[in-house]
């Protein structure tokens, strides 16, 4: 009976730190939606630390199988849920639990047992954690030198804060500040300013009713080489708070319909509510009311230019792709691809790579099997514990027995 409460405890004394990292990972993974290993970085590591603290004189054998109990289960589950290994943040993040362990546990040994130089090691693995933390997660967008002009035809508030909102004037949408780290944006009210502005990019999104000549100035502009990416939606969610039938809002319908007729474009199928759609190369984009038949804008050559259509305006609203309001350049941020798949129809494409949850299927999938691989780890743990208090009890009597016969 002693012996198995002693197993018991010695598996509790695993699980819960395990299940503690895991929830405490998937607790600010959920607010995004992304399989990102870094979430999980400063869970695994302060229960590393606290291990290496209390496990100082437990040999290398019981630090390594810590810390593959604190990142492993982590890992299967960011696996699972996208539907791929994680790259390297799953070394990043097994590198985070190994220093962590060791580093703490080399600090607090007695100096007989490892001497200055374990101690110099120690520091130098927590320093080692400190870059990892510090290089390891993906960092904020930063502007590049050489930015193309881009153009913005719009009704949306993308300039502006509206009624409602905090503040009022001038203020860039979160979307527009992000576009602004590759492109030098301009705002347009008028179509027939494009021939002579010098600008080759060019966004429109829901823009306001415009007369037949604005629709040639924009025919001729494309067809003379420029590159247009229209997202023109058929039913507009975007939240304002002006009334309706106030000017200022934007159009709840798309009002391109003549001009992209002419270019050969097709309605597509109206979409109702709000649709992850996880793109073949592993980008998610949130589409809200959108005329779509896929989720992967349509191209059109016009001339020496191109256009690129995609039938939902929502998808730039940051509530579709911003977890955080106040960080729109940050990557960790975003809960969908949206900004940098816009910059990169726009031809100026942002580097890193996001994995996302797949579906509510999915996840309850990596978290069963989660769990079960950090149980199954905790009981050959419990059983590895138990054999080295065992050796090292019969090694300390045997000891004794010794002194005692000289």
Not at 194 to 205: K, Y
Not at 206 to 228: H, K, N
Not at 390 to 397: F, I, L, P, V
């Amino acid at each position: 009976m002693d012996a198995m409460m002693a197993a018991l405890k010695r598996f509790l004394w695993l699980w819960l730190p395990m299940l503690a990292v895991l929830l405490a990972g998937l607790a600010r993974a959920w607010r995004t939606g992304q399989a990102d290993p870094w979430d999980w970085g400063s869970a695994a590591f302060m229960v590393a630390v606290v291990v290496g603290l209390l496990l100082a004189r437990r040999g290398w054998a019981v630090f390594v199988w810590v810390a593959l109990g604190a990142a492993g289960p982590a890992l299967i589950f960011c696996a699972l849920v996208a539907g791929r290994m994680p790259d390297m943040a799953a070394a990043g993040l097994l590198a985070l639990a190994l220093s962590g362990i060791f580093g703490s546990a080399w600090l607090r040994s007695p100096p007989m047992a490892v001497g200055v130089r374990g101690r110099v090691a120690g520091i130098f693995l927590l320093a080692i954690a400190a870059l990892l933390f510090w290089f390891g997660p993906a960092h904020p967008v930063a502007p590049v030198p050489d930015r193309p002009k881009l153009a913005i035809l719009t009704a949306l508030p993308l300039f502006w804060a509206g009624p409602g909102q905090a503040g009022t004037g001038p203020r860039d949408a979160p979307i527009v500040t992000l576009l602004r780290t590759r492109f030098t944006v301009e705002p347009l009210d008028d179509p027939r300013r494009l021939a002579r502005s010098g600008v080759r990019r060019l966004l429109i999104a829901q823009p306001r009713a415009m007369a037949p000549e604005q629709f040639v100035a924009l025919d001729d502009w494309i067809r003379a080489g420029g590159t247009a990416l229209v997202l023109a939606d058929p039913l507009l969610r975007w939240p304002s708070d002006l009334p309706l039938g106030d000017r200022r809002r934007a159009p709840s319908a798309s009002l391109l319909a003549p001009l992209l007729d002419h270019w050969g474009f097709v309605p597509g199928t109206l979409a109702h509510g709000e649709i992850r759609h996880v793109l073949p190369n592993g980008r998610l984009v949130t589409l809200s009311g959108a005329a779509m038949g896929s989720a992967v804008p349509e191209r059109r050559r016009i001339g020496r230019g191109e256009a690129i259509l995609l039938g939902d305006a929502d998808l730039i609203d940051d509530r579709l792709w911003l977890a955080d309001p106040a960080r729109p350049l940050d990557p960790r941020a975003w809960v969908a691809d949206t900004p940098a798949l816009i910059a990169q129809w726009l031809g100026a494409p942002i580097s890193g790579e996001r994995r996302w949850m797949r579906a509510p299927a999915d996840v309850i999938l990596g978290l069963r099997w989660a769990i079960l691989a950090g149980t199954g780890w905790a009981m050959l743990g419990a059983v590895l514990l138990i054999r080295q208090f065992t050796a090292k009890r019969a090694g300390t009597k045997s000891e004794n027995q010794d002194e005692r016969s000289q």
